[in-house]
């Protein structure tokens, strides 16, 4: 049964940053390609980052720049680097498996992130 548990969320202010966590178990998870989500209030869940198997990354327009995705497979963990951080980031976000690639698995609890003055 995959397992997976975000942590790092927090209230930041406006240009501030966060460092998110992810740590999976459960799966084959070098081989897999990962991904974060974002929830925000009245919209669909989205995906803004991607990082693929051999680590290759990409982001969604309104987080590149500021958003970086890495993984560690010794530790079964991927990240999210978040800088610049405004209003429009606040949300829960959620690891998962690249929606593009598969049946995804049973989400985590999500980690929220405010950002706030």
């Known amino acids: 049964q995959v397992q997976l548990v975000e942590s790092g969320g927090g209230l930041v202010q406006p240009g501030g940053s966060l460092r998110l966590s992810c740590q999976a178990s459960?799966?084959?998870?070098?081989?897999?390609?990962m991904g974060w989500y974002r929830q925000t209030p009245g919209k669909q869940r989205e995906m803004v980052a991607t990082?693929?198997?051999?680590?290759?990354?990409t982001y969604v327009d309104s987080v590149k720049g500021r958003f970086t995705i890495s993984r560690d497979n010794a530790k079964n963990t991927v990240y999210l680097q978040m800088n610049s951080l405004n209003a429009d980031d606040t949300g829960v976000y959620y690891c998962?498996?690249?929606?593009?690639?598969?049946?995804?698995?049973?989400w985590g609890r999500g980690t929220q992130v405010t950002v706030s003055p």
């Open positions: 990082i693929y198997s051999g680590g290759g990354t």
């Open positions: 998962n498996r690249d929606q593009r690639a598969g049946a995804l698995y049973d």
């Open positions: 459960g799966l084959f998870f070098s081989l897999r390609s």
